[in-house]
Structure formats: structure tokens, C-alpha cells
């Protein structure tokens, strides 16, 4: 049984209507529900059915999910605060190349906010579970597929990334001055 959060789907409901400057009326007569109802929805009174749900979301042009998950928010600022900071380490990349690493830069904070959300649940729920095909056979451990997934992605974020610091300008080093006592 999927428990719905009745509050957060109608501050999301009513943060899209206002948005789209609509009237409770207005998009319940889209959705083809009662203003009533509707204003029960949007208020956290009452749970839509997934039908309902599907009309709501589509009238206000967005995803289920949108109006289900609170995480988005807090993903998409994490990504942005993670993409601003690449854009800082890289922001010497040739203004030519920008437009083209931007994509890259992106998908570089995307993976990183997985990485690490990967990472605190490998560490608060291990790298192995135990496993079995059925109650007759002994669980044994088994790699957890997260661990996986966090090894792919970090393979894939480690590319980016040297792809990255490849279009970086070479600057020259000077050398440091040798220690009088290493010169001959």
C-alpha cells in the first residue's frame, strides 16, 4: 500500500496553478472533476485516485512523480550548486570549447549527487546483503547492486572529468629552485 503525502501533492498542485495562473475552477473543468473535489485535493484534505492524479498532472503540464516526490527539488538544487562548482574548476576551458563541455559539466554534477548519495547508502547499509533464490536454499552474500551501480557511475564521472581537464589550457611550471644541497 502506497502512502500518499497529501500535503506536498497539493502545495505542488497549487504552486503549478498559480503558476500557470489558473483558477481552482478553471483546472478542475480540464480535469473533469468537481472545483470541489479539486479544492479538497489541493488543500490536503482528501488523497486523489492515480486516474485523478494522471489528469491533474497533465493539466498542469507536469510528471506524476513531480507531484509525488518531494526529492526533486532538493536533487535539481544539489546538481545546480555541483554544476556551479565544476564550472568554477574548469572556467579556464578556451571560451571556443564552453558551450561545448556544458553538457558535460552537467552530467558530471548529476553523477557526482548520485555518487554521493550512493556512497551514505553503502555505508549505512554495506557493500553485501545476504541473498537467496528461494526459502530452501541458504542465503549467502552477495554484492549489492548499488555497489555496482556506484562503481559504473564513478567510472563514467572519472571520464568526464579527464575529458575535462584535458580541454584545460597548459600552462607552464616553473621549476622550484633546488635545495643548495641537492645541486652539484
Same mark, same amino acid.
Given at each position: 500500500?502506497?502512502?500518499?503525502?497529501k500535503?506536498?501533492?497539493?502545495s505542488?498542485?497549487?504552486?503549478?496553478?498559480?503558476?500557470?495562473?489558473?483558477?481552482?475552477?478553471e483546472? $478542475?473543468?480540464?480535469?473533469?472533476? $468537481?472545483s470541489?473535489y479539486?479544492?479538497?485535493?489541493? &488543500?490536503?484534505? &482528501?488523497?486523489?485516485?492515480?486516474?485523478?492524479?494522471?489528469?491533474?498532472?497533465?493539466?498542469?503540464?507536469?510528471?506524476?512523480?513531480?507531484?509525488?516526490?518531494?526529492?526533486?527539488?532538493?536533487?535539481?538544487?544539489?546538481?545546480?550548486?555541483?554544476?556551479?562548482?565544476?564550472?568554477?574548476l574548469?572556467?579556464?576551458?578556451?571560451?571556443?570549447?564552453?558551450e561545448?563541455?556544458?553538457?558535460?559539466?552537467t552530467?558530471?554534477?548529476?553523477? @557526482?549527487?548520485?555518487?554521493?548519495d &550512493?556512497?551514505?547508502?553503502?555505508l549505512?547499509?554495506?557493500?553485501?546483503?545476504?541473498?537467496?533464490? $528461494?526459502e530452501?536454499?541458504?542465503?549467502y552474500?552477495r554484492?549489492?547492486?548499488?555497489?555496482?551501480?556506484?562503481?559504473n557511475r564513478? @567510472?563514467?564521472?572519472?571520464?568526464?572529468?579527464k575529458?575535462?581537464?584535458?580541454l584545460?589550457?597548459?600552462?607552464?611550471? @616553473?621549476?622550484? &629552485?633546488? $635545495?643548495?644541497?641537492?645541486?652539484?
Amino acid at each position: 500500500m502506497i502512502v500518499l503525502n497529501k500535503e506536498l501533492i497539493g502545495s505542488r498542485m497549487k504552486e503549478k496553478r498559480i503558476h500557470l495562473n489558473l483558477t481552482q475552477v478553471e483546472l $478542475s473543468t480540464v480535469c473533469g472533476i $468537481s472545483s470541489r473535489y479539486y479544492s479538497s485535493i489541493e &488543500n490536503g484534505r &482528501n488523497s486523489p485516485s492515480l486516474e485523478t492524479l494522471i489528469k491533474i498532472a497533465a493539466a498542469l503540464d507536469v510528471s506524476v512523480v513531480y507531484l509525488l516526490n518531494d526529492r526533486i527539488d532538493e536533487m535539481e538544487k544539489r546538481v545546480n550548486e555541483e554544476e556551479n562548482r565544476i564550472a568554477q574548476l574548469f572556467e579556464t576551458i578556451p571560451k571556443n570549447l564552453k558551450e561545448l563541455v556544458e553538457g558535460l559539466i552537467t552530467q558530471a554534477a548529476r553523477l @557526482k549527487v548520485l555518487l554521493d548519495d &550512493n556512497w551514505k547508502d553503502i555505508l549505512e547499509n554495506g557493500e553485501y546483503e545476504k541473498f537467496s533464490q $528461494s526459502e530452501n536454499q541458504t542465503p549467502y552474500d552477495r554484492r549489492r547492486p548499488i555497489v555496482e551501480n556506484y562503481d559504473n557511475r564513478d @567510472k563514467t564521472y572519472q571520464a568526464i572529468i579527464k575529458q575535462l581537464t584535458e580541454l584545460l589550457p597548459i600552462t607552464k611550471v @616553473k621549476p622550484k &629552485n633546488k $635545495s643548495p644541497l641537492l645541486k652539484r
